[in-house]
């Protein structure tokens, strides 16, 4: 797991130790970044289930301006602590060891420009971050989110579908706000 292109391009990542985490891959994402590029420089970031914090500090690496990361678990935050330090992004990156309801009911409306969210597969994890997201409101007006999930889970939400994207076993589902702007994605 590396960072693959901007100011940290090549930083090696450490992995959450155990099983209870599934980092994406190099190959998702970098194509996911290839897909919202030309979003991700000055963005407002949240990465809501951060696990190794990768999405979140390559889109630092990218030229985001701000990432909070939220994540739980502490084994898993001690890591995105010590990722966004070796990719020397930490200046940027603000951790908060928080449950991802919790933390989505007292962030300020209309923040984010990018949300990712990369909770475990299967369930109604994905699903509840995205009623949350809607509910108070967090996604600024041109803001996208970005769901990775597997291609059998199925999550109901109020955003518009922008696009989908299928790698292997994984599906990559680009959202916006229904009365959002923009659909370049």
Same mark, same amino acid.
């Given at each position: 797991? &590396?960072?693959?292109?901007?100011?940290? &391009?090549?930083?090696?990542?450490?992995?959450?130790?155990?099983?209870?985490?599934?980092?994406? /891959? #190099?190959?998702?994402?970098?194509?996911? @970044?290839?897909?919202?590029?030309?979003?991700?420089?000055?963005?407002?970031?949240?990465?809501? @289930?951060?696990? $190794?914090? =990768?999405?979140?500090?390559?889109?630092?690496?990218?030229?985001?301006?701000?990432? #909070? !990361?939220?994540?739980?678990?502490? /084994?898993?935050?001690?890591?995105? =602590?010590?990722?966004?330090?070796?990719? *020397?992004?930490? #200046?940027?990156? !603000?951790?908060?060891?928080?449950?991802? =309801?919790? @933390?989505?009911?007292?962030? *300020?409306?209309? *923040?984010?420009?990018?949300? !990712?969210?990369?909770?475990?597969?299967?369930?109604?994890?994905?699903?509840?971050?995205?009623?949350?997201?809607?509910?108070? #409101?967090?996604?600024? $007006?041109?803001?996208?989110?970005?769901?990775?999930?597997?291609?059998?889970?199925?999550?109901?939400?109020?955003?518009?579908?922008?696009? /989908?994207?299928?790698?292997?076993?994984?599906?990559?589902?680009?959202? =916006?706000?229904?009365?959002?702007?923009?659909?370049?994605?």
């Amino acid at each position: 797991m &590396r960072v693959v292109s901007g100011s940290a &391009r090549g930083c090696k990542l450490t992995p959450v130790p155990g099983m209870n985490t599934r980092p994406t /891959t #190099d190959r998702v994402k970098e194509s996911l @970044f290839n897909i919202i590029q030309m979003r991700v420089r000055e963005a407002v970031v949240l990465d809501l @289930f951060a696990g $190794t914090g =990768q999405l979140g500090i390559e889109a630092l690496s990218r030229g985001a301006s701000h990432c #909070d !990361f939220v994540e739980k678990d502490k /084994t898993a935050y001690s890591t995105v =602590q010590n990722n966004t330090q070796a990719a *020397r992004v930490a #200046d940027r990156a !603000f951790l908060h060891a928080a449950d991802a =309801q919790t @933390f989505v009911s007292h962030a *300020r409306a209309g *923040r984010y420009d990018l949300i !990712f969210l990369d909770p475990p597969y299967g369930g109604k994890i994905l699903e509840s971050a995205l009623s949350a997201i809607e509910t108070f #409101d967090i996604l600024s $007006t041109n803001g996208i989110i970005i769901c990775e999930s597997a291609v059998e889970d199925v999550f109901a939400h109020g955003f518009e579908t922008v696009k /989908t994207y299928r790698y292997g076993a994984t599906l990559i589902t680009v959202l =916006q706000r229904r009365d959002g702007r923009t659909d370049e994605t």
